[in-house]
Each structure stands twice: as structure tokens, then as C-alpha cells.
């Protein structure tokens, strides 16, 4: 398990034991760490040389420079470094199955790191997405709608109201519960195949999804040419940058690899965006009505307990905001 893992292989400052250098993978970083380990134990030169051996150098998805990414720590098993000309942060994980895990169990509790149970807090979720609604239609009234990673459908049920909508998604029983509902879903990844079978929309939305994409600014790439002009991508994400993920480091809420692969910032977002052709036409870090089972879920999981199911919970909410995740509204310019 990894959440196991975590607590064993890394002290209070997400920095990895000594067991974690046995692993049977012997790269050429790994070598290095562990004789640096072995010569200088406990001694601050040793932290920040071994740090520095960790740091890697990547081309950044989001800002297109060739740049030392710092290693910042590790978390279940992943290495976390962040990109030092725009802050996006990136985890450096090995064989990692998005299919064979967003099944069924990541929505109802059945993981550690998924939801506490998501069909069971449909209304809340749908008193939320109505807002998100709402918010979207101050960029764009009406026109068609593509959900990328629409889950359980709560989304796009909000949105027909406005919008002609279709959606994709990963899970199979999520899309086939989306189907069922009279909704027009895809079952896949948002590749080249899939998304040409599509036509093109107005407003494209990600819903906390853009972390979780194996190559978020390919993925973005392919939904831009999906997009008219004028039209609209809405995003919401973490915001690596924010005050309580960089006070809680391996900590933050979000910080959840394999699953969560990427950090944004709002400069990396920026970067990115500008990169792709599109205008950055709002930025904000909203209020949000969460289901009480899922507070109480990610606390429990956050004190290294295993998470319970509380039914109770599930018909209440509790307005949060920790400004620690973004909602962003990019355009593509008309012609
Ligand atoms: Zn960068």
C-alpha cells in the first residue's frame, strides 16, 4: 500500500530512510544517493548535497525551458521536484496504470487517496457544480460543452440546463452510469482518436483532472484544436505556489502521487496557457461546498489512519476555502 509505504520509508520531512536506497532499481541517481548516505550521515552539508545530487534536468511541460528541477522531497515511493523557472511541480513515478485505477473503487472508498463515496453525495456535488455553472456562463452563455473527466456525469447533468453537452471519462462504470442517464459520454483517454471522433465545442472544462493527465500540455494541445475560436477552456487544479501547500510540503492535501502527477502554479499555468495560444482571461481561487464525509475522509487519511465511511455525513456540506486550489478560465482568441 503505498500510503504504508510513505510512513515507513519517510521521516516527518518527507525525506526518504535509508530503505528506500536498497531498492533494486540502481540508477545512476540512486548510486550517488546512496553513497552520499553512507559518507556523510546526519550532517546538514549531507542534506542539501544529497538534495542537490536529486535534482534533475527536465524540458518543463508548462514553460518550454530546458531547467533544473529541484528535488523537494519524496511521496509514495515518487520523487517530487519542482521546475525553477516557473515553480510547476512534477512527480517522478514508474509504471504507473491510469486505467486499472480509476475504477469503481477510487470513487467509493475504497482507496486511501480517492473519494470517500461519490455517488453518495451526489447533491452536494450538483449544488456545487451549479455554481461552476453559473461561473461559466459569465465567459460563455451557452453553445456546446465537452466535460473531460466527467466521472459520475453530476456535472454535466447541471449543465445540459444551458449547454449541449457531452463528456468523457475514463472509469467504465462511470461513463456507463453517465450513459444510462440519457448523457452523451465516451469511454477512453482524451487522445487524437477518440477526440476525432468528436466535433468541436464552445467550452471545454477539467474539473480537478489536468493533475492526473500522463502529459497534461499534449492532452490541452489536442482540446485547443477541438475548440472554436472565442471559445473557452475552464480548469480547476491545485495551486502548488499557495501558502498551505508549500507550509505543508509532502503534507499538502493534494499532494497525492501516482495519482496526482502535477503541480501547478498560477505562473505555470500562465506559461503554459500563453505557450498553447490561448489568453489567461481569469484566475481565482473559489469557495467550495465539500461533503462532510470527504473532510472527514482526507483528515483521517491525513493522520496516517485508515479512512471510515461515515454515512451521516454525506447530506452535509461545509463551505472551504484553503486558497490553496485555482479555478482558471483560458480563451482562444477569435480570428
Ligand atoms: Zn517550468
Known sequence: MPEERT???ED????TGPEDLRGSVATFDRVEEGATAIATLSTK????FESRVRDRSHVCLACGQASVHRFLY???GCDILRCEQCGLGRAETMGFDPESYYTSDYFSGQRPDGYADYIGTENILRREFAGT???IRKFRASGRLLDVGCAYGFFLHEAKRFFDVSGIELAEDAAEHCRRSGLNVFTGQADETLLGRLGTTDVIVLLDVIEHLP??????????????PGGIIVITTGDFGSLYSRVAGAHWRLMTPPQHLWFFSQASMQAMATSLGLEVEHLDHPWKVVPLSLISFQLTRMSGLRPKR???????GLP??????MRIVLRKPSR
Open 215 to 228: 502529459s497534461p500540455r499534449d492532452t490541452i494541445a489536442l482540446l485547443v484544436n477541438r475548440l472554436d
Open 320 to 325: 472551504v476555502n484553503l486558497f490553496d486550489a
Open 74 to 76: 519524496r511521496k509514495n
Open 12 to 15: 516527518s520531512n518527507g525525506r
Open 45 to 48: 552539508n549531507h542534506e542539501v
Open 310 to 316: 461515515i454515512a451521516i455525513s454525506n447530506r452535509l
Open 7 to 9: 510512513q515507513h520509508s
Open 133 to 135: 455553472v453559473e461561473f
